[in-house]
Structures are given as structure tokens and as C-alpha cells.
């Protein structure tokens, strides 16, 4: 499995950015985007599983990003709207055989990431 992340860059506190993962989507496998801020540990930000499209969000960006995928692309895209300074970040796409979880050793597939820095 290789996924590839892309879509991020610098942008200022507001405004909104999509990033974008390739080869993330096959049945039966949930996708997931993860973040990882300079001193802190990765953290789960959103999931979704192949089959059903079924979503799980991090409270901080409940509302702010949508996670979305393209099962004719084989894509995974993460929406990020109205971006704060504290959502800067290398972000991380993921997937794993079965559910959608929220820690990250619980994924075996990792795309290289891609930085999200919001200037406030």
C-alpha cells in the first residue's frame, strides 16, 4: 500500500485548504488523517471507512474539517475550513484493514506527509 498526501502549505487563520490522498481507498479498509505538531505526538483528526462512507472526527476540528473520499479515484480528501495557528501540523493520511481507530499504532499504512502551517 502507498498513499501519497498532498495539498498543504501556509495560509492564515480562516481561510481554507483541502489535502488530498492518494491510493488510500480499497473495500473493507478504513482511511484516516492524522496530525503531527513539532514536540507532540501524532494525533487522530478524522476517519472514514471504504464501504459505507461512515465518519469519525476529533472534537477540535468537529465542524471546521470534512473528510471525504472518491471511490472511482481511489482518493481520500480532508476539507479543512475556517483553520487556526494551533492546527498547524504535518498531516498524515492512513488506512488499515476494518474499523476507523484513533490511535495511530493501530495503522500500518503511512503516506509521507504534508504541512499545514496557519499564520494567526
Known amino acids: 500500500v502507498q498513499l501519497q498526501a498532498s495539498g498543504g502549505g501556509l495560509v492564515q487563520a480562516g481561510d481554507s485548504l483541502r489535502l488530498s490522498c492518494a491510493g488510500s481507498g480499497r473495500p473493507n479498509y478504513s482511511m484516516g488523517w492524522f496530525r503531527q505538531a513539532p514536540g507532540n505526538q501524532r494525533e487522530f483528526v478524522a476517519g472514514?471507512?471504504?464501504?459505507?462512507?461512515?465518519?469519525v472526527y476529533a472534537d477540535s476540528v468537529k465542524g471546521r474539517f470534512t473528510i471525504s473520499r472518491d471511490k472511482a479515484k481511489r482518493m481520500m480528501y480532508l476539507q479543512m475550513n475556517t483553520l487556526k495557528a494551533e492546527d498547524t501540523a504535518v498531516y498524515y493520511c492512513?488506512?488499515?484493514?476494518?474499523?476507523?481507530?484513533?490511535?495511530?499504532?493501530?495503522?500500518?499504512?503511512w503516506g509521507q506527509g504534508t504541512l499545514v502551517t496557519v499564520s494567526s
Open positions: 472514514i471507512t471504504w464501504n459505507w462512507g461512515t465518519t
Open positions: 492512513t488506512t488499515r484493514s476494518g474499523d476507523i481507530r484513533t490511535r495511530a499504532s493501530e495503522y500500518g499504512y
